[in-house]
């Protein structure tokens, strides 16, 4: 029977079958942070149970760490140190791999985990943290759990899961110059609402999908989330392969042309059957940017706010008028006229090398506008590095930038920095929540080179018209 | 963990979609590592007057007779999406909410709900609707029952509305099991899955 790559991985980690559907899993791979990893690792120690394969699991801090230079263990999120010590503390005591502030490894587990070779094509791998979907964009079965079931995954090296419905996107086209992945993930929300993906594992596939690079799959599947996906997946190919290798936990010589030649079988079969496809036509797609506190409330550059009033279905219609509320924003604003107060790059979203070269493409010879905060925060500490051996640092700073150490830093605020009470940020990041990055802080989400070159502008602006 | 049987309360009405798990614990109210003391942070930013405030706003629902008294909270689409932070469920666990019923929920949190004894009922949207408006009549005496093990609602009018849960997580709250525990029965199966494996992928194991 012709099977989906979901199938094919369900199947090859299946350790038992428990009946009414729910699989136990094997779990190859284990990834914390200081936020949520911490609780995991005590409350474990506590019950007496130990890590079953620490060398399979790692950790890093991300989440409390400070991101401004010459960082510590003391940051200004309120109790944060407390936090950093005792992740270190339970992690060593564990036996776990922790890449630590001051590491030349450290940054944001997502960035992390495809960097070092960790997540790899067909594995499976969990993380108290519901970006791990990201990492389908290698071809990894991955998700996001909360701090009790890492507990189990720790503990077991399997979990329990319910296998949920199938669904394949086809995002059919190319894109034009300009529109990136971040743009495609945006729309699809828009298209299909921030709950269109509940209960499902979902194929990302098609034309537009295949021409991304892996940096841009991990940005794709990164909002997987965001769509209510149980996670997302791309089939992994040649570019992925071509990535992996090298890398310090990845397999070599040999091993590696195992695995290869075991990776190769994972994509869908042809005839295999889902229970839902839709398709995305993305070769029309401006660069896209959110007007509300959902995901779901976005629209292209080019658009203006809708009016709630020609929104028939009332949840949908309320929502829509609270967000306006909140954002401050009238129906009909043209959204490239709304000025702006700060501008952020970074986040597991959009903070990878190649995000900081396409938004350092707009930036060089020009400078931030007057009045505009604005801050690159790269995604990991290897990201910041090879960055700076290109100069891309001096293009920020030049810019009028902030070049920040690596970590999740402003995505959201915990009573730390943030960037202001109602002012407006448009941001690399993942989530426009109310209060998601700062108390009444209006964010919209965009891409890196929508972000450089809103912040040029000191509005919301269309990164083509700065294209070179 | 605490079990799961059944309840009979008030239902706080909040017909909301996609609550995500920032509003339910803001990032700011979780100050230590541990899974208590987060009650007072829930939905911090609607049911406190300004950031980091404890002034109540006298229009958010929790701070209102008798839906102080709520132990079930009927939600609207996607409740819970976002973040998979479990402290959202602590927090909802600890202010003493017991199920909540919804058109939908995000996948973590509803996880998380059945690992701490509370209990995510799916119903459809428009009878969620009509059982917020039977109990906004008179929250105090209008209550619900939530009943798990005939796997029911049952509405202030009487009416009795079936619902659909996954058999393992049934059994888990029924019983208050402990996930690890029943895990490790199955320590010969897990140790033969990875004999198997290691010779089939050896580049997992490092």
Redesign the interface.
Known sequence: MARSIIDKLWDDHL??D?????S?L?I?RVFLHE??G??AL??LAA?N?RVRNP??VFCTMDHIVDTLPGRSDSTR???GT??IT??REAAHAAGITLFDIGSSDQGIVHVVSPEQGIA?P??TLVC???HTCTLGGIGALAW??????A??AL????L?V?K?RSMRIDFQGRLAAGVTAKDMILALIGAHS??GG??YAIEFAGEAVRALPVEARLTLCNMG??F???TVIIAPDQAVFDYVRGRP???RDQ??E??IA?WRTLPSDPGAVFDREITLDCSTLAPQVTWGT?P?HETGIDGTVPDPAGEPDT??R??ME?ALAYMALQPGTRLDQVPIQAAFIGSCTNSRLSDLRAAAAILEGRRVASGVRAICVPGSTQVKLAAEREGLDRVFRAAGFEWRESGCSMC????GESFGFEERVVSSTN?N????QG??TRTHLASPVTVAASAIAGRLADARALAR | MEKFTRITAVAAPLLRINVDTDAIIPSREMKTVGKTGLAAGLFAGWRYQAPGSRDENPDFVLNREPYRQARILLAGANFGCGSSREHAVWALQEWGMRSIIAPSFGAIFAGNCVRNGILPVVLDNALIEDLARQVEADPASRLLTVDLVDCTVTAPDGRRHAFAIAAADREMLLEGLDGIALTMKRDDEILAFQGHDRLRRPWIYL
Request: glycine content about 10%; overall charge positive.
């Open positions: 350790v038992a428990l009946g009414e559907g729910t136990l094997y190859d936020r949520t911490s609780v005590k409350e019950a149970r060398e399979q999120m309120p109790g407390s936090f005792q992740t790899l067909g594995v108290p943290d519901s996001g759990i909360g701090s009790t079931e507990e189990h503990a077991t090296k399997t329990a319910r949920p921030a709950s509940v209960g989330v965001e209510g996906a149980w936990y990845a397999p091993v590696l195992q695995a075991y959902s779901q949840n949908r309320q929502a609270r959201f605020y915990a009573g989530r929540f109310e209060n998601r108390p009444r």
